[in-house]
């Protein structure tokens, strides 16, 4: 196992994760930011891992499950006060990712592809009723309550219906 220079001490990898892992359990700012995304704190013990490597002149990047941090970060003596920075910029890609495996529609790339199916099929002539036969069970199938779906299909036609308006002069 690799060891690191910090605080004038020699700590490993293992180590590194647990104070880390001290610093977002203990902090009133990391409690907020977790909430804000609607992800429990208690996922950070066993789906979040921090790796200190040489990054090749980067100073971090996170990937799945993983947080990358570069080891001439460890090298400064101040990194647990002065560097946690990195910590949290590469944490809100975690995050993000942890809120889309709980919620295929907080991806807003998922929104983005819908609003565009849907307008794609306006624009060819499909009526409201239609689409909604079409569009509506594949939605509902990611809620549990067919209410958040039904305000979910009607916000996604609106945002198609005014992407299709937008792009109807374009279209004919």
């Known amino acids: 196992m690799t060891w690191y220079i910090t605080a004038k001490n ?5 180590e590194i994760n647990l104070r880390i892992k001290d610093i977002i359990r203990e902090g009133k700012f990391f409690a907020k930011m977790f909430d804000a995304f609607g992800v429990s704190i208690d996922r950070i013990d066993k789906h979040l891992n921090f790796h200190v490597v040489d990054m090749d002149g980067k100073h971090a990047q996170s990937k799945k499950e993983d947080i990358f941090l570069d080891n001439k970060l460890l090298n400064d003596e101040s990194f647990f006060d002065t560097q946690i920075h990195f910590v949290v910029h590469e944490l809100i890609h975690w995050l993000t ?24 099929e306006i624009l060819r002539g499909e009526h409201d009723e239609r689409l909604r036969k079409t569009f509506f069970p594949i939605i509902e199938a990611h809620f549990d309550e067919a209410t958040n779906a039904n305000l979910l299909f009607k916000a996604l036609l609106a945002k198609a219906h005014l992407k299709a308006d937008s792009w109807r002069s374009h279209y004919n």
């Open 10 to 14: 020699r700590i490993s990898e293992e």
């Open 97 to 120: 990712r942890q809120r889309e495996k709980d919620c295929y529609f907080a991806d807003p790339e998922e929104i983005e592809a819908f609003t565009h199916a849907i307008a794609y």
